[in-house]
């Protein structure tokens, strides 16, 4: 069997973590529009924090991925990874092209005011995904060439092999996008891993993670102002940044409250239809003249939230627009398999 059959419980920190990691995804792109439109200045408090929050936000959800997928998965043979592969070209693939394509049709339809112009629908679903939709494209290319680990041994091995992909890419890399997006990010895919494999005890461990807090903060603000740059800074402020996160989440987990629960089970629509509501509201409000900063920030982030939420309340209520959501929901692999393999012996 492929997949680990003992109970599968949710992970809170781990969903504590997406929400955490899906607002900030979400508060970047905003502001990032905000500004590119004019509406809101681009100051040093937008600069530090719009530079920061990219250290760390997709790298938790690489992590988060690996956790899972080694946590309950068993990928390690070739027909596992035959299921694995077509289950994640699914789950992955059917969002991925509906959400790029919607967006791809929006900058379209409103070329005249979007911030960012895009390319040909091909390029853009095959070559040069755009934002967000590019973290779906690289986690399936991550997937395709990555097992799960069998032992502690094979999970140090691992480690060791996706930095040095990492430093690879540090040092040049690749040209080839999809290349270059796994060698960049399987690092944190497989820490992620690590964490389970190596059976990491999160919990207990707050004061830690609020002083590599404390910690990442003082060396963002100096590294900003001092105006350091380069790709392995910024990966080793990124690595403090989701060890802090993850430990400040699993240890307060008991904190938070029904808002983190309900974030948590809208992360994925939350994360895939955000743009799609902000950038249309922001172009018709400043259609009809609106321009005050204070009337598109509230309306802004309002929307943001609340509007991929109701999509998909009323997706789940219409069950087939669901697919486009969660496809694995209404098509199960292994029973494609299993007829593909039936009729191959007939």
Same mark, same amino acid.
């Given at each position: 069997?492929?997949?680990?059959?003992?109970?599968?419980?949710?992970?809170?920190?781990?969903?504590?973590?997406?929400?955490?990691?899906?607002?900030?995804?979400?508060?970047?792109?905003?502001?990032?529009?905000?500004?590119?439109? !004019?509406?809101?200045? $681009?100051?040093?408090?937008?600069?530090?924090?719009?530079?920061?929050?990219?250290?760390?936000?997709?790298?938790?959800?690489? %992590?988060?991925?690996?956790?899972?997928?080694?946590?309950?998965?068993?990928?390690?043979?070739?027909?596992?990874?035959?299921?694995?592969?077509?289950?994640?070209?699914?789950?992955?693939?059917?969002?991925?092209?509906?959400?790029?394509?919607?967006?791809?049709?929006?900058?379209?339809?409103?070329?005249?005011?979007? !911030?960012?112009?895009?390319?040909?629908?091909?390029?853009?679903?095959?070559?040069?995904?755009?934002?967000?939709?590019?973290?779906?494209?690289?986690?399936?290319?991550?997937?395709?060439?990555?097992?799960?680990?069998? =032992?502690?041994?094979?999970?140090?091995?691992?480690?060791?092999?996706?930095?040095?992909?990492?430093?690879?890419?540090?040092?040049?890399?690749?040209?080839?996008?999809?290349?270059?997006?796994?060698?960049?990010?399987? %690092?944190?895919?497989?820490?992620?891993?690590?964490?389970?494999?190596?059976?990491?005890?999160?919990?207990?461990?707050?004061?830690?993670?609020?002083?590599?807090?404390?910690?990442?903060?003082?060396?963002?603000?100096?590294?900003?102002?001092?105006?350091?740059?380069?790709?392995? %800074? =910024?990966?080793?402020?990124?690595?403090?940044?989701?060890?802090?996160?993850?430990?400040?989440?699993?240890?307060?987990? $008991?904190?938070?409250?029904?808002?983190?629960?309900?974030?948590?089970?809208?992360?994925?629509?939350?994360?895939?239809?955000?743009?799609?509501?902000?950038?249309?509201?922001?172009?018709?409000?400043?259609?009809?003249? %609106?321009?005050?900063?204070?009337?598109?920030?509230?309306?802004?982030?309002?929307?943001?939230?609340?509007?991929?939420?109701?999509?998909?309340?009323?997706?789940?209520?219409?069950?087939?627009?669901?697919?486009?959501?969660?496809?694995?929901?209404?098509?199960?692999?292994?029973?494609?398999?299993? !007829?593909?393999?039936?009729?191959?012996?007939?």
């Amino acid at each position: 069997m492929s997949e680990k059959t003992a109970g599968r419980t949710r992970e809170k920190w781990v969903d504590d973590v997406k929400v955490i990691a899906c607002i900030l995804v979400v508060l970047g792109h905003f502001f990032q529009s905000m500004t590119k439109a !004019n509406i809101l200045p $681009e100051n040093d408090l937008y600069g530090w924090f719009n530079t920061t929050i990219y250290y760390f936000h997709v790298p938790l959800f690489f %992590i988060c991925s690996g956790y899972l997928y080694q946590k309950y998965s068993k990928v390690n043979s070739v027909g596992s990874w035959c299921k694995n592969v077509a289950k994640k070209a699914l789950a992955l693939g059917v969002p991925y092209a509906t959400f790029t394509t919607a967006t791809w049709v929006l900058k379209k339809v409103f070329s005249s005011s979007v !911030n960012d112009q895009i390319g040909g629908l091909g390029n853009t679903l095959l070559l040069h995904p755009t934002a967000p939709y590019w973290y779906l494209y690289a986690l399936f290319f991550i997937f395709l060439v990555t097992p799960t680990f069998s =032992s502690v041994k094979s999970a140090a091995v691992g480690l060791i092999v996706a930095l040095a992909a990492k430093v690879l890419i540090l040092t040049g890399g690749d040209s080839v996008y999809a290349v270059s997006t796994v060698l960049s990010n399987e %690092i944190w895919f497989v820490i992620g891993m690590s964490i389970c494999s190596f059976n990491v005890q999160l919990k207990g461990r707050k004061i830690q993670g609020t002083i590599f807090g404390l910690l990442f903060v003082i060396l963002s603000i100096v590294v900003y102002t001092a105006k350091i740059s380069g790709s392995a %800074i =910024s990966f080793a402020i990124g690595l403090l940044a989701c060890v802090a996160v993850i430990m400040m989440v699993a240890g307060f987990e $008991e904190k938070f409250g029904r808002g983190m629960k309900l974030l948590a089970k809208y992360t994925m629509p939350i994360f895939l239809m955000h743009t799609l509501f902000a950038a249309p509201l922001r172009s018709i409000l400043m259609k009809i003249g %609106i321009e005050n900063a204070v009337i598109h920030v509230v309306l802004g982030l309002v929307i943001s939230f609340s509007g991929p939420i109701i999509a998909a309340w009323i997706m789940k209520k219409t069950k087939w627009l669901e697919f486009f959501l969660y496809p694995n929901k209404f098509v199960k692999v292994n029973v494609i398999l299993l !007829n593909k393999a039936s009729k191959k012996y007939l």
